[in-house]
């Protein structure tokens, strides 16, 4: 079934675009610890956005190439990119709460690993007062569901925490199969490597 959403075309050229454009600056903003879970929560959300935007507005950027600029006009275009947005997003909010609850509890013994549903609920609440699809939230708690029946939480931080976003990055990253076929190892390496700057900003983060 195809997904019905309000398609909001202000908010990709302002809102997430921008994202996409100054994340390098990022960098020289003094980072706040992390000292409870509502600081936790937080770092999850804006980390898992950043993650999920930069890499999938890389990927188009070069992948389109010159072109890149002026798709941004074509209204199909950028709803594919919303939707993708979306869904690459649902996923890698899973993949950070487990990777910083499973590390949490085997380093620092904070068991919170309760709370994982807690904390994905929401979050995604939030994001549905700013145009996250209910589809999108409904199939996400589904596979955030399922994944939480297997997971190991003695071994999960060490164990491809994030391949699940990688592959959701190569999913839904509106690029025609043939190409993405030919781009995928660059694809899921480019998200990987996002990830690993992540985890060591969370480690340093925690630490008092």
């Known amino acids: ?37 509502k600081d936790l929560t937080e770092f999850i959300q804006k980390k898992s956005a950043w993650v999920s935007q930069v ?41 950070l709460i487990f990777y910083t609850l499973s590390y949490l ?6 068991n919170a690993t309760n709370k994982a549903n807690e904390l994905y609920d929401e979050i995604l609440n939030n994001e549905k007062r700013n145009g996250m699809p209910e589809e999108i939230i409904s199939r996400g708690k589904e596979k955030f569901n399922a994944r939480m029946q297997k997971i190991d939480w003695e071994k999960y931080y060490k164990s491809w925490p994030f391949n699940e976003s990688a592959l959701a990055l190569y999913e839904w990253a509106p690029v025609a199969e043939e190409l993405k076929t030919l781009d995928r190892k660059i694809v899921l390496n480019s998200m990987i490597l996002k990830w690993e700057n992540i985890q060591n900003e969370f480690i340093k983060l925690i630490r008092f």
């Open 1 to 37: 079934m195809a997904l019905k959403y309000k398609f909001n075309l202000k908010d990709i050229r302002i809102e997430d675009f921008k994202l996409y454009l100054f994340s390098l600056f990022k960098a020289f903003i003094p980072k706040r610890k992390i000292k409870n879970i």
């Open 55 to 95: 890499t999938l507005y890389g990927y188009l950027k070069t992948r389109i190439g010159t072109r890149y600029v002026l798709m941004f006009d074509d209204e199909i275009f950028l709803s594919s990119i919303n939707k993708a947005k979306w869904n690459i997003y649902s996923v890698a909010l899973q993949d």
């Open 105 to 110: 509890k085997v380093f620092h013994n904070y």
